[in-house]
């Protein structure tokens, strides 16, 4: 049962995304065969259709951030019937050997896991395509319940945004009475918002837009501190104890040190490559503060997030497009002209 699939693909660096005719693999007898109804559109995918991080390999159909209804199920497949609401995100397989896999983070599987598109998968050595697409298959282990109730098309962004934010949020132990700030308010920062303050935390927005206050507050910050104001900064020295970094280009973090406590941890989750400026180290030898970085999260970990959002009635602020408006999407994401999250509704294709 080979599955002929239309779905959007980038052909090289420079072109932009296009119909595209492709193959499914044979279901395998634990895989979830999923009608795509909604995906989101992430900074990543704009980065990958782009080769920005080179490494880009062409066909591509990007999309992991991907909410569909399932219409079939292998004969091993215990978790997943037909009809029921199913999510996919960054990750569709990895070793499920290492000590990360064994310890429930697959995303740092020591053999690297195997990503939703621009992938190997491991079985048949072919190229994985993601969610900008009539339909997809993965391993019932790598496909996550969407919670009863849960507005399906805002759901699509907690599978890379959400757990990009909660997964830091529970590693360091946020909970009541945690100081959080949040630098950058975009797909990630408005999630780290909502997340935070569902966790019982105080949070603050660090942003360099006075006309953004307004929107953190709704989105659950209690205060906003503009990171380009020297007193304004001042005035938070050594109140965080965990800052959450979504802006996801280079930047100073300098500034930023020393609002951290004795212990505090500020933790890159949209950034990738070189710091320039330089860090300095002092306020980390003199304050025990720590620079980290945090990678998506575990299957397990994100079920436990879209449980979570499920019981408190979060999901992302969504723009819902069609898939024939993606290449106009991307340009308006480079100028920041969306709040907060572009959302493919997948009827379109039929279009």
């Not at 569909?68 to 029921?84: C, E, Q, S």
């Not at 009541?176 to 630098?183: D, I, R």
């Amino acid at each position: 049962m080979t599955i002929k699939v239309l779905g959007y693909a980038a052909q090289s660096a420079e072109a932009p995304l296009a119909p595209f005719e492709f193959t499914r693999r044979d279901p395998r007898p634990d895989d979830v065969v999923m009608e795509v109804l909604y995906c989101g559109v992430c900074h990543s995918d704009l980065h990958q259709a782009r080769s920005d991080w080179s490494g880009s390999v062409y066909p591509m159909v990007p999309g992991h951030e991907v909410i569909g209804r399932v219409t079939a199920v292998g004969k091993d497949v215990t978790k997943f019937k037909p009809g029921d609401f199913a999510g996919i995100g960054c990750m569709v397989d990895s070793c499920r050997e290492c000590q990360p896999c064994q310890h429930d983070l697959e995303q740092y599987c020591e053999q690297g896991s195997v990503l939703t598109y621009n992938g190997i998968d491991r079985h048949d050595h072919r190229p994985t395509y993601g969610g900008y697409s009539q339909s997809i298959v993965a391993s019932q282990d790598f496909v996550l319940k969407v919670p009863n109730g849960m507005d399906l098309k805002s759901a699509a962004p907690l599978l890379c945004a959400g757990i990009t934010t909660w997964s830091p949020l529970r590693h360091w132990n946020v909970g009541q009475g945690s100081k959080v700030a949040v630098v950058g308010l975009g797909g990630l920062g408005h999630m780290a918002l909502k997340l935070a303050n569902a966790l019982g935390a105080e949070v603050t927005l660090f942003t360099r837009s006075a006309d953004k206050e307004a929107d953190a507050r709704r989105l659950g910050a209690h205060h906003i501190v503009f990171s380009t104001d020297e007193a304004q900064m001042s005035t938070v020295k050594g109140q965080f104890d965990l800052i959450i970094d979504t802006v996801p280009y280079v930047h100073d973090i300098n500034s930023y040190m020393p609002t951290l406590n004795l212990d505090g941890t500020l933790v890159f989750v949209g950034y990738l490559g070189d710091l320039t400026p330089m860090l300095n180290t002092i306020p980390l030898i003199l304050g025990r503060r720590s620079v980290a970085g945090s990678c998506i999260g575990g299957i397990a970990e994100t079920q436990d997030m879209l449980d979570f959002c499920g019981q408190h009635n979060i999901t992302a602020d969504v723009e819902l497009i069609n898939m024939q408006e993606i290449n106009q999407a991307y340009e308006r994401m480079l100028n920041s002209d969306v709040k907060y999250r572009f959302v493919i509704d997948m009827a379109s294709l039929k279009a």
